[in-house]
């Protein structure tokens, strides 16, 4: 620990794209590369037979797995969609492009600001078509920016390869299954009905004869209920899959056709979907070579492969397949083909915003050990997320919580309070419950993984270490996220930014000096979170209680709240709320989640605010703000309406 804490004191898409043309001569030169059909499904991990579960029901994809090979250390980028989809689809980080935040654009009610990424970043089918290739995608995109028409011959319900215009090209055919999703693991019972209703009777899930569940579940008739939903949901699944290889079989397209299947991350239930436990982001990957096809193939049908593999190599790896070369600036690395790449010594996660809550996470994990480093410790486990809260499980964790029934496993993640670094040993703790950071006996392992999710986020250029409403001020100047730390002198910025931001979680009072002096650096992002980690310190803050009290006037907007949360601590309300009051109406509309999220945490203080909360519910621009207004006021009244 003492060696990190010094080495952090010592550095205080084209949416207009023309879409590309069917070239039948382009076409004729490609005939003799592979079919490549995905098969992607949402919300689920490793839950399939073939993956030892004892509870799901696959047997189409049991048997594919028999036919292929099945990865076992498979794992996405984050632990949800439209940040994953966006690494996948680019081959880059969503935290090196800037599309890291869950619903980037915001989702507005009116409009939605996406990120736009430069003009060289292209959605990797582009090089497929360009080499001859017929893309489809049936149908979900989800990227966090507007992909361009030329991503795609096809993106639609009826996407399909069989509607290539000559039956000789290769296809890139993409069909994603919802039905997995956390909202079907939710519906009525009417609605599940109809998405089982192949279910022979054998195939249903009995919830009391449930006998592996999560033990950070309360072990109730109501998640056991949830469980058997959402194993019925994956069979289900596992049909539709079975629809779509038969489809392929039929049309004479098998023996040429490479297929893959994989998640778009975790079960969509509380401490899986958004997390970076493998709960979260530990996914099933299988794929499967005709026999006419195996000299791409590394090893035999049926093989475990224990090979790291991460979704950002996905794109790349189908470009590797189609022998076509990587462009320098895709940072997966490919696992399959001629050309594959040497093997990942780890693989990395990353959590940001959800929806309407921040919370930036990051995560390195070997084939044994995993490493989490709470960038914001001080924000509870279980945010309220208007989305997350509709699942009966979480209902079920606050209720018994409330009761204080929970088992310990369970109430672990009730707490107020995150560790500022975790550490797992995955062999023995597959449920990452022991957390082992301050265990002496493994201090080499946590410095080792320290330091290569340090080395990862500097060599990648996290972007998410930038305060939202200072990234998409900067994004505004300069025309694109990506850039921002590619600017003249970037790599400093960057390297201070990292330190300040990683004392500021969690400062001691020793901290306090350096944090006034970087609450005066040139860059607003810096100064955020120097007055981030100086309210952190609470009471020890007293002496520089003017100084905070000074950057109230801050030129920066996203520092006047956090200057507003640090008084808050040092209860001085009045003068905080008079900022936040005036930043909530403001015109930036991150800068307003930012002041409601501040309001939302300060509890029966924020009433004062009342009437600007009121009309926070109006915002047309950015839901989340609408979200979390709601929310205080509902804490504030004891009232429980409802906002979508």
């Known amino acids: 620990m003492q060696s990190r804490r010094s080495f952090l004191k010592k550095i205080s898409t084209g949416a207009l794209a023309v879409a590309l043309p069917y070239n039948r001569s382009l076409a004729q030169r490609a005939r003799k590369r592979p079919n490549i059909l995905w098969i992607s499904t949402e919300d689920i991990g490793t839950h399939l037979g073939c993956y030892g579960n004892p509870h799901a029901k696959t047997p189409v994809l049991d048997k594919l797995a028999e036919q292929g090979l099945m990865y076992t250390n498979a794992f996405t980028i984050a632990g949800v969609c439209a940040p994953n989809r966006s690494g996948i689809i680019t081959g880059v980080y969503p935290t090196t492009l800037g599309t890291h935040h869950m619903r980037s654009g915001g989702e507005g009610t009116e409009r939605s600001n996406k990120p736009v990424p430069p003009a060289f970043i292209r959605c990797f089918p582009e090089y497929l078509r360009t080499a001859g290739y017929y893309c489809t ?3 979900k995109q989800d990227y966090q920016f507007i992909a361009p028409s030329s991503a795609w011959n096809e993106s639609s319900s009826e996407a399909h390869w069989k509607n290539r215009p000559d039956k000789n090209t290769p296809f890139f055919a993409v069909f994603n299954y919802t039905g997995t999703h956390e909202g079907s693991v939710q519906l009525t019972p009417e609605d599940h009905a109809r998405l089982t209703e192949r279910l022979k009777p054998s195939q249903r899930q009995n919830p009391d004869k449930l006998t592996t569940l999560p033990p950070y579940y309360p072990d109730t008739p109501v998640t056991r209920f949830q469980l058997a939903k959402y194993y019925e949901l994956i069979t289900a699944m596992d049909y539709w899959a079975g629809d779509l290889l038969k489809e392929l079989q039929d049309a004479g397209e098998a023996d040429d056709t490479i297929i893959f299947f994989w998640s778009d991350h975790g079960a969509g239930m509380p401490r899986a979907k958004r997390w970076l436990y493998d709960s979260g982001v530990h996914i099933p990957l299988i794929v499967k070579f005709p026999k006419q096809l195996q000299n791409f193939a590394p090893r035999n049908p049926g093989t475990l492969m224990d090979r790291l593999v991460s979704s950002i190599d996905l794109g790349p790896t189908v470009l590797n397949l189609a022998g076509i070369g990587i462009p320098e600036h895709m940072q997966g690395t490919p696992f399959l083909g001629e050309n594959s790449g040497a093997e990942r010594r780890y693989v990395y996660g990353v959590r940001d915003r959800m929806d309407e809550r921040y919370d930036m996470i990051r995560m390195v ?26 699942d009966p499980i979480i209902q079920e964790l606050r209720r018994l919580h409330k009761a204080g029934v929970l088992s310990p496993h369970a109430e672990k993640f009730m ?3 995150k560790p500022v670094e975790e550490l797992y040993d995955l062999e023995k703790d597959p449920y990452e419950l022991n957390n082992l950071a301050q265990n002496p006996e493994y201090l080499a392992v946590l410095n080792r993984l320290w330091t290569a999710h340090r080395d990862w986020m500097l060599h990648t250029r996290d972007l998410g270490l930038i305060p939202e409403p200072e ?35 969690r400062p001691d009072r020793t901290d306090l000096p350096m944090l006034v002096e970087a609450a005066a650096d040139s860059q607003p992002a810096v100064r955020y979170w120097a007055v981030v980690g100086i309210g952190n310190l609470g009471g020890h803050a007293v002496p520089v209680k003017d100084f905070v009290l000074n950057c109230l006037v801050d030129e920066s907007p996203v520092v006047r709240v956090a200057a507003s949360r640090a008084l808050c601590f040092l209860e001085q309300y009045d003068e905080a709320l008079n ?14 989640l930012f002041a409601a999220i501040v309001l939302d945490s300060i509890g029966e203080h924020a009433e004062p605010a009342i009437p600007a909360l009121e009309k926070a519910l109006e915002d047309t621009e950015n839901k989340y703000v609408v979200r979390v207004a709601n929310r205080t006021l509902n804490k504030l009244r004891g009232t429980d309406n409802q906002v979508r």
């Open 137 to 139: 995608n049936n149908s």
């Open 365 to 390: 994990r070997d084939k044994r050990f995993k490493y989490i480093r709470n960038y914001e410790p001080f924000r509870e486990y279980y945010q309220y997320m208007n989305t997350a809260e509709k």
């Open 415 to 417: 707490g107020d309070l």
């Open 471 to 505: 990234l998409a001020r900067l994004d505004s100047a300069l025309g694109s996220r990506y850039g921002i730390f590619r600017q003249p002198g970037g790599d400093r910025f960057l390297s201070k930014l990292f330190a300040i931001a990683s004392m500021a979680g």
């Open 579 to 592: 900022v936040l009051v005036r930043e909530l109406a403001c015109e930036h509309e991150w800068v307003r």
